[in-house]
């Protein structure tokens, strides 16, 4: 009887059944990869967007304060002058 030293049917069947399993599964999950890296890249965009807008606001509601602020501070600077000098135009405009 002669023997083969080349694979059996069997095992070369194994073989290509888990190499091809393999590569399918890899395949899997490259493309799994890179879908979730755009989905992921989409995610941060839109945050770092809505973060943005928030400090946007904040920094308009902030420029508000500070306009409302600097208006009504700048009647001190009318008061203190009448105090320096005691004008009448303060009297006649401010003092009922």
Avoid: C, P
């Avoid at 059996?8 to 069947?13: E, F």
């Amino acid at each position: 009887m002669k023997r083969n030293n080349s694979l059996s049917i069997r095992v070369k069947t194994t073989l290509f059944v888990f190499t091809t399993l393999g590569l399918l599964i890899g395949l899997i999950a490259a493309i799994s990869f890179l879908s979730s890296l755009s989905r992921i890249e989409t995610v941060e965009n839109d945050r770092a967007l809505e973060e943005l807008d928030l400090v946007n606001r904040q920094l308009s509601n902030s420029l508000d304060d500070l306009g409302g602020t600097n208006s009504d501070w700048s009647w001190w600077d009318d008061s203190y002058d009448f105090v320096q000098d005691g004008n009448q135009e303060y009297i006649d405009g401010n003092l009922y």
